[in-house]
Every structure is written in structure tokens, then in C-alpha cells.
């Protein structure tokens, strides 16, 4: 019988165990169970899991039999109503006995369930399930949020959009909006192609693409849309010579870069794409991924490197001129991954606890289970998959002020290499201080004024990141006393500054990203002259103030008569167009 308790115990996880649910179950050799047996009882079970937890607390089970816990009895009525074979256990074991003596309560408890779900047969009650549909209209009945669509690079490395439509994506009908894809069951083959960035559709929400021959062979990439904002707003082309990822793995927009690279610079000489990454076990995955993308003849990794350690002035650098830069972050932006699993366990009184299985591989504390409110919660990863980022939790203002240090560090660091033309900086998160508050402080930066080094404006901007409506905003008492622009020129730079917000239609996360360029005084012809900026700036058009709007004075410009700030939400529909309201 060692199943049911084996995975009872991996689910309960008392040793704290770092992984995902798959590795912590693999690498385990101490278990008496095929590992395989066990990850299936347990993802089949968290799928049934809502539906069996009001199963088993109408039928009172766990009050009468005091030798199940909430764990075991939503395992053992998973296989006593479901699993093909029926409890895997022989016929006079305690736990097996213990379960069959409810089964008639169950199976009519079961049946009943179905129909409260509307569902005239059990073959739609599981597809239903299958599809993820009962836990979607539980959890967005609790969060009324906006569904995340799986976003899909495809990968011109390799292949082309003409050649995932018609092999991939055969049969799938195109939509005309991302809200059709948004809403949409796993099951309903439909696709949404962005308007903002080539190469990029979006599909519904379950959508299971993991196991396409194109995914494993790097055809197609898993990327949220606003993940790929920055290398298509850095706009490399072959006279920006090489280019620099300097925080890279798990590597998205690496291989991202690299297909634009590889796109743009069929007859120039060969551009190559430097990769830093710092930590070695994400650096490990970066290889893995860029090797899948085939971008490695493009991408050249260093594993484990810093790079502020890196010498803008060294001779492998010399032809840099352009640099990404997605430092770490607070990760407040990042949505939940349709990749993880929630169990509801049923409760021992009235109520119920919930179970989530997250995917993290790295923190011990997204193993951890915290009891509030009758509800239980483990954090736990299913599949060996390392995020772009990962959320940062608690001490917020001191963890700001760290991460915004370290981002302005890294960005000026950037900002030192000679040719270098181009950067942008971007993070996942939603904070001022990590965002426009980085990007003002870099702009009146010593190093920024020396290399003549400034924001990209709006108007200047690749096509899809011009049309993109959500910009920047001002916080004002966040921002460093010492910026010391005025007015118009704050107002520029919140409208060069791109957002996405999470939760919405759109179906982004909380994203951030601002691209910068050197003037061509300084040695480089880009043809933007120095006022483009501010021009841009007041090319918007000002709506003034409405009552009860709460005026923001720039620390610097007291006298400023106009005002930008972070955009109220209005309603579902929609982001603000620009800073201004
Ligand atoms: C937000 S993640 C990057 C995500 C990545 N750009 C992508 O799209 O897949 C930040 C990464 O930067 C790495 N990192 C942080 N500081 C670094 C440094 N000084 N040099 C190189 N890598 C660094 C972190 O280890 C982490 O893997």
C-alpha cells in the first residue's frame, strides 16, 4: 500500500524539499512505488480534486473513518471512482477497506456532482476537467481576472509562420481578437497573430503544446508577449554590430534576439550575440535552450559570468552596438503559470483546504504549507522548468531599493561600452523604483552625459512598440531628488517608457521595458537629433486637468502647470493611451 501514503508524504513534503513535483518524485530512490505511478496519481488527482473534495465532505467520510487524512481520502476516492483498476491495494488492506465501505455514498455523492457542473455524462464531466474548466470558473469567480493566453514565439530560426500554420497549427481557425483566444477551452483550435510583434501568436490558456514535436525541437517557444517587447524595441540591424544579452538565462530573449539577428543579416558580416549569465545552474538551462532554438551558431554564453565584470574596453567587445539588459527583479509583474496545479483537499470539519502545486525549481519556499482561513496552500512545481523570474516575497521597500541599486548599476554599466548605441532595459515588474525610477536615474547619470547617451522617444520607436498605448508614468515622490529634468522632459521620457499590465485583456504580464540611444554628436548617426524627445513629448495631446485629479508637481519644477501619473484603471477594457490624463 506504500502508494497512497508515499504520495500522501510527497504531497505533505515535511522534509521541505527543494524541486519541482517531478524531480522531487524522480530523484527519490528511496521510494518503494514506480515514480511514474506516483506523478500520475497525483497530477489525475489535483485535476478531480474540486469536484472530489465536495464528494467526500457530503459524504461526512472523513468524520466516520479516522484512519484517512484529508490527503489519502482524496487519493483513494480518485481511484476508487475513476482509475480504470480501482484502488491499487489487495482486497483486506485497512486503507482499501476503509474506502470501499463508502462507495456506494461516494458513487451517488460523484454522480450528483456531475450534474451541479451541468455535465449529462461522465465522459463530459472529464473533459470538462481535462480542459481545466472547473478550476478555471472557480478561481476567476475569486479573482474576476483576465484569462493569460499561451503566448507563442515562432522561431524563424528555424521555421516560419507560414510553415507553424500549416503543420503545427493545421486546421486551427484564426481569430480576430486575443480576447476570442482569451476565453476559449483548451480544446477550441484557434489562433490570434499579434499585431505588436512578428512572429508571435496567441492560443487559449490550457492549450497543452508541451509535448508538439515542434516545442521539443525548438520550432515553437513558449514566450510571453511582453517578454518579447525588448529585443524587438532594441531593432538590431547588421551596422549595430554585436550584441550583448547581459542577464540571460533562462534565455527567451536570447534565442529571441538571435532569430532577429539571424533575420536581419543574411549577406553582412556576422553578428554575434554575447550571453552572461551569472548562475551557473541557470546558465546550464540557458545552454540547453539556446541549443534547442539552433541559435547556438548566433549566441556565444558565458556561463557564470558577471557581467559588470564585463571590460566594456576589451577587444572582444570592441564591435558591440547594442546591449539588453533584463536584470532581476521583484517578479511582481509575473502572472500565475497555467503550468500548475491546485489540489483542493476536502476539509475534516466543514469548508475545504486547497493544495497549489506551483512549477518553481528553486525556492524551498514554494514547498512550503501555509494554513489561513480553512485553506491550505503548498507551492510546488510540476515540471523541472526555471521561470524568467521568479516573485520576490517580502520587506518590499528594502528589497526595491536593493534590486533598483543593483538594476542602475548594471544599466550604467552598459552605458560604458564605446560603440554601443543601443540598450534597452527592461523588468518584470510593476514598481516605479525599478522602472522609470532606474531609467531617470541612468539618464542623468555622469556616464549617460559623457557618452551622450539618451531615452528612445515614442515616435522613434519600432512600428509595433509606436503603437503600443501603455506608457510610462511619473511617481513623483519615489523619484531621486537629484533628477533634475524639467517638466516636458519628464513627460517624454514616461511616454518613450513602454508598460504592459497583467490581468488585463491584453493577456500580458507586468511588464516593463525603455530602449536608449546615443546621440549623433557623440560619433554616431542615427539620425534622431536631440529634440526629438521633447518633441515627441508635446506632439501628445494635453487633456488637462479634471476635477479631483490630483495635481503632480515635479520636485524640480515647482512651477509646472501639467501633469502625468500612473493611469487609474479604467474598468476592463483598456490601458491608458499615454501618461496624461
Ligand atoms: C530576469 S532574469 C533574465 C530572463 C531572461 N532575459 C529571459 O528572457 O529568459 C535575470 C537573470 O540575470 C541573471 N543575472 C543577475 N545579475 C547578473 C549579472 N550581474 N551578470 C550576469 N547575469 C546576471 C540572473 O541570474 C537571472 O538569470
Given at each position: 500500500?506504500?502508494?497512497?501514503?508515499?504520495?500522501?508524504?510527497?504531497?505533505?513534503?515535511?522534509?521541505?524539499?527543494?524541486?519541482?513535483?517531478?524531480?522531487?518524485?524522480?530523484?527519490?530512490?528511496?521510494l518503494?512505488?514506480?515514480?511514474?505511478?506516483?506523478?500520475?496519481?497525483?497530477?489525475?488527482?489535483?485535476?478531480?480534486?474540486?469536484?472530489?473534495?465536495?464528494?467526500?465532505?457530503?459524504?461526512?467520510?472523513?468524520?466516520?473513518?479516522?484512519?484517512?487524512?484529508?490527503?489519502?481520502?482524496l487519493?483513494?476516492t480518485?481511484?476508487?471512482?475513476?482509475?480504470?483498476?480501482?484502488?491499487?491495494?489487495?482486497?483486506?488492506?485497512?486503507?482499501k477497506?476503509?474506502?470501499l465501505?463508502?462507495?456506494?455514498?461516494?458513487?451517488?455523492?460523484?454522480?450528483?456532482?456531475?450534474?451541479?457542473?451541468?455535465?449529462?455524462?461522465?465522459?463530459?464531466?472529464?473533459?470538462?476537467?481535462?480542459?481545466?474548466?472547473?478550476?478555471?470558473?472557480d478561481?476567476?469567480?475569486?479573482?474576476?481576472?483576465?484569462?493569460h493566453?499561451?503566448?507563442?514565439?515562432?522561431?524563424?530560426?528555424?521555421?516560419?509562420?507560414?510553415?507553424?500554420?500549416?503543420?503545427?497549427?493545421?486546421?486551427?481557425?484564426?481569430?480576430?481578437?486575443?480576447?476570442?483566444?482569451?476565453?476559449?477551452?483548451?480544446?477550441?483550435?484557434?489562433?490570434?497573430?499579434?499585431?505588436?510583434?512578428?512572429?508571435?501568436?496567441?492560443?487559449?490558456?490550457?492549450?497543452?503544446?508541451?509535448?508538439?514535436?515542434?516545442?521539443?525541437?525548438?520550432?515553437?517557444?513558449?514566450?510571453?508577449?511582453?517578454?518579447?517587447f525588448?529585443?524587438?524595441l532594441?531593432?538590431?540591424?547588421?551596422?549595430?554590430?554585436?550584441?550583448?544579452?547581459?542577464?540571460?538565462?533562462p534565455g527567451?530573449?536570447?534565442?529571441?534576439?538571435?532569430?532577429?539577428?539571424?533575420?536581419?543579416?543574411?549577406?553582412a558580416?556576422?553578428?554575434?550575440?554575447?550571453?552572461?549569465?551569472?548562475?551557473?545552474?541557470?546558465?546550464?538551462?540557458?545552454?540547453?535552450?539556446?541549443?534547442?532554438?539552433?541559435a547556438?551558431?548566433?549566441?556565444?554564453?558565458?556561463?557564470?559570468?558577471?557581467?559588470?565584470?564585463?571590460?566594456?574596453?576589451?577587444?572582444?567587445?570592441?564591435?558591440?552596438?547594442?546591449?539588453?539588459?533584463?536584470?532581476?527583479?521583484?517578479?511582481?509583474?509575473?502572472?500565475?503559470?497555467?503550468?500548475?496545479?491546485?489540489?483542493?483537499?476536502?476539509?475534516?470539519?466543514?469548508?475545504?483546504?486547497?493544495?497549489?502545486?506551483?512549477?518553481?525549481?528553486?525556492?524551498?519556499?514554494?514547498?512550503?504549507?501555509?494554513?489561513?482561513?480553512?485553506?491550505?496552500?503548498?507551492?510546488?512545481?510540476?515540471?523541472?522548468?526555471?521561470?524568467?523570474?521568479?516573485?520576490?516575497?517580502?520587506?518590499?521597500?528594502?528589497?526595491?531599493?536593493?534590486?533598483?541599486?543593483?538594476?542602475?548599476r548594471?544599466?550604467?554599466?552598459?552605458?560604458?561600452?564605446?560603440?554601443?548605441?543601443?540598450?534597452?532595459?527592461?523588468?518584470?515588474?510593476?514598481?516605479?523604483?525599478?522602472?522609470?525610477?532606474?531609467?531617470?536615474?541612468?539618464?542623468?547619470?555622469?556616464?549617460?552625459?559623457?557618452?551622450?547617451?539618451?531615452?528612445?522617444?515614442?515616435?522613434?520607436?519600432?512600428?509595433?512598440?509606436?503603437?503600443w498605448?501603455?506608457r510610462?508614468?511619473?511617481?513623483?515622490?519615489?523619484?531621486?531628488?537629484?533628477?533634475?529634468?524639467?517638466?516636458?522632459?519628464?513627460?517624454?521620457?514616461?511616454?518613450?517608457?513602454?508598460?504592459?499590465?497583467?490581468?488585463?485583456?491584453?493577456?500580458?504580464?507586468g511588464?516593463?521595458?525603455?530602449?536608449?540611444?546615443?546621440?549623433?554628436?557623440?560619433?554616431f548617426?542615427?539620425?534622431?537629433?536631440?529634440?526629438?524627445?521633447?518633441?515627441?513629448?508635446e506632439?501628445?495631446?494635453?487633456?488637462?486637468?479634471?476635477?479631483?485629479?490630483?495635481?503632480?508637481?515635479?520636485?524640480?519644477?515647482?512651477?509646472?502647470?501639467?501633469?502625468?501619473?500612473?493611469?487609474?484603471?479604467?474598468?476592463?477594457?483598456?490601458?491608458?493611451?499615454?501618461?496624461?490624463?
Amino acid at each position: 500500500m506504500s502508494l497512497y501514503y508515499e504520495a500522501a508524504a510527497v504531497l505533505a513534503n515535511p522534509d521541505s524539499a527543494g524541486g519541482s513535483l517531478k524531480s522531487r518524485i524522480y530523484r527519490n530512490k528511496d521510494l518503494k512505488t514506480s515514480s511514474a505511478q506516483l506523478f500520475a496519481l497525483i497530477s489525475e488527482a489535483s485535476k478531480w480534486s474540486l469536484i472530489l473534495k465536495d464528494v467526500i465532505e457530503r459524504c461526512g467520510l472523513l468524520a466516520e473513518e479516522k484512519k484517512l487524512t484529508p490527503t489519502l481520502a482524496l487519493l483513494l476516492t480518485h481511484d476508487l471512482l475513476l482509475a480504470k483498476c480501482g484502488v491499487a491495494a489487495h482486497a483486506n488492506h485497512v486503507l482499501k477497506l476503509a474506502i470501499l465501505r463508502h462507495k456506494a455514498r461516494l458513487s451517488a455523492e460523484f454522480t450528483k456532482a456531475r450534474i451541479r457542473h451541468g455535465h449529462a455524462t461522465l465522459d463530459a464531466l472529464r473533459q470538462a476537467v481535462e480542459e481545466g474548466e472547473l478550476e478555471e470558473v472557480d478561481e476567476l469567480s475569486k479573482k474576476k481576472a483576465h484569462r493569460h493566453p499561451r503566448w507563442v514565439r515562432v522561431n524563424t530560426l528555424q521555421t516560419s509562420m507560414s510553415e507553424q500554420l500549416a503543420t503545427t497549427f493545421a486546421g486551427y481557425e484564426k481569430a480576430s481578437n486575443v480576447q476570442e483566444v482569451q476565453w476559449a477551452s483548451a480544446s477550441v483550435k484557434k489562433y490570434f497573430e499579434d499585431p505588436h510583434i512578428p512572429n508571435l501568436l496567441a492560443l487559449p490558456p490550457k492549450v497543452d503544446l508541451s509535448k508538439s514535436e515542434a516545442y521539443a525541437n525548438g520550432a515553437i517557444i513558449f514566450q510571453d508577449k511582453a517578454s518579447c517587447f525588448p529585443a524587438y524595441l532594441l531593432d538590431v540591424r547588421p551596422d549595430d554590430g554585436d550584441v550583448i544579452d547581459g542577464c540571460a538565462a533562462p534565455g527567451n530573449k536570447t534565442t529571441h534576439l538571435a532569430a532577429i539577428v539571424a533575420e536581419r543579416n543574411m549577406h553582412a558580416k556576422r553578428q554575434k550575440v554575447f550571453a552572461y549569465e551569472r548562475d551557473q545552474i541557470r546558465a546550464a538551462t540557458l545552454q540547453k535552450l539556446v541549443k534547442r532554438a539552433s541559435a547556438d551558431s548566433v549566441v556565444t554564453i558565458k556561463p557564470g559570468a558577471d557581467f559588470l565584470a564585463a571590460n566594456p574596453d576589451s577587444e572582444e567587445f570592441a564591435d558591440v552596438g547594442a546591449i539588453l539588459l533584463d536584470p532581476s527583479c521583484s517578479g511582481s509583474g509575473i502572472v500565475g503559470r497555467d503550468d500548475s496545479i491546485m489540489m483542493h483537499l476536502p476539509d475534516q470539519a466543514m469548508g475545504a483546504s486547497v493544495v497549489t502545486c506551483k512549477r518553481d525549481k528553486k525556492r524551498k519556499r514554494d514547498h512550503t504549507m501555509t494554513q489561513s482561513n480553512n485553506s491550505t496552500t503548498l507551492h510546488m512545481g510540476l515540471d523541472d522548468v526555471i521561470p524568467e523570474e521568479t516573485p520576490v516575497e517580502g520587506q518590499l521597500a528594502e528589497r526595491l531599493t536593493a534590486l533598483s541599486t543593483f538594476q542602475l548599476r548594471i544599466l550604467t554599466h552598459a552605458m560604458r561600452f564605446p560603440k554601443a548605441r543601443k540598450i534597452t532595459y527592461s523588468t518584470c515588474s510593476v514598481h516605479f523604483e525599478e522602472n522609470e525610477g532606474v531609467v531617470f536615474q541612468a539618464l542623468v547619470s555622469e556616464i549617460a552625459s559623457v557618452r551622450g547617451w539618451r531615452i528612445l522617444p515614442r515616435n522613434l520607436q519600432v512600428q509595433g512598440m509606436k503603437d503600443w498605448t501603455q506608457r510610462g508614468f511619473l511617481e513623483p515622490e519615489k523619484l531621486d531628488p537629484r533628477v533634475d529634468l524639467d517638466h516636458l522632459q519628464k513627460k517624454a521620457v514616461c511616454n518613450a517608457c513602454i508598460r504592459c499590465e497583467k490581468g488585463t485583456e491584453e493577456g500580458t504580464m507586468g511588464f516593463f521595458v525603455a530602449a536608449f540611444i546615443r546621440n549623433a554628436e557623440f560619433g554616431f548617426d542615427s539620425n534622431i537629433s536631440s529634440n526629438d524627445a521633447v518633441e515627441d513629448a508635446e506632439e501628445d495631446e494635453w487633456q488637462g486637468f479634471s476635477d479631483g485629479d490630483e495635481i503632480i508637481k515635479a520636485p524640480m519644477q515647482q512651477q509646472a502647470s501639467t501633469a502625468f501619473k500612473r493611469p487609474r484603471k479604467k474598468g476592463r477594457r483598456g490601458c491608458t493611451a499615454t501618461v496624461d490624463e
